[in-house]
């Protein structure tokens, strides 16, 4: 099992529609990231945290270190936001989901 | 420019080739790292280094070499290439226990 689970791995949503996507770890961590990374692009840090909410814009990720759950919400969405999520804890090194693929139509 | 940067962006080697893969951050950052990113797999750690002249392995590191003689840099060596080593790598950098800032990626494929 690992130790670092994403769901669901793909997405498509409607321009507008409210998206969730659930990050659940096994581990003991000191902080979960929320990272972003576009078609043949680069990866970029969207959240750092260590406990309860944090909001940038459309995007809000949440986690619950009790119950080692994290979820990234991304409200009106938009055909930009196409990208693949990844959930990444950091225990004493960096561990990664495999990504949540999310397209999002016109 | 301020950032991280890798380099090359696309590689085409052969089996048997020694391959090095550039990255240099401008900010001064303790920790390097070096991933692999492979369909199926979350990113994988190959090395990683926390100060100069300081590297550590990760995960994967069988058929790697770095090293970090300057804070900036932390070149990735293939010392002989092999197919299983085609993949898309990642560099990245924190300042301790932040975010981390990556690089744009370097698309290897070995022939």
């Known amino acids: 099992k690992n130790e670092v689970e994403q769901s669901p791995q793909n997405l498509t949503a409607q321009e507008g529609e409210f998206i969730t996507i659930n990050c659940s770890y096994s581990?003991?961590?000191?902080?979960l990231h929320w990272l972003q990374q576009h078609p043949g692009g680069g990866i970029v840090s969207l959240f750092m945290l260590s406990s309860g909410k944090k909001k940038h814009g459309r995007l809000i990720a949440t986690i619950n270190i009790q119950e080692k759950h994290s979820s990234l919400h991304i409200t009106a969405s938009h055909p930009r936001d196409s990208a693949v999520y990844i959930c990444a804890v950091a225990t004493d090194k960096l561990i990664f989901g495999t990504g949540t693929r999310l397209q999002v139509f016109p | 420019d301020a950032g991280i940067t890798q380099s090359p962006r696309y590689k085409i080697t052969e089996t048997g080739r020694q391959v090095t893969l550039m990255c240099h951050q401008t900010w001064s950052h303790s920790y390097m790292f070096w991933y692999r990113q492979d369909l199926g797999h979350g990113l994988r750690l190959i090395y990683y280094?926390?100060?100069?002249?300081?590297?550590d392995k990760g995960e994967v590191p069988d058929g790697y070499v770095v090293s970090r003689s300057k804070t900036e840099n932390f070149p990735l060596t293939l010392e002989s290439a092999t197919r299983s080593q085609t993949s898309v790598y990642f560099c990245a950098s924190q300042p301790g226990d932040t975010e981390a800032f990556f690089g744009q990626g370097t698309r290897l494929t070995v022939v």
């Open positions: 581990v003991g961590i000191s902080a």
């Open positions: 280094s926390a100060a100069a002249d300081i590297t």
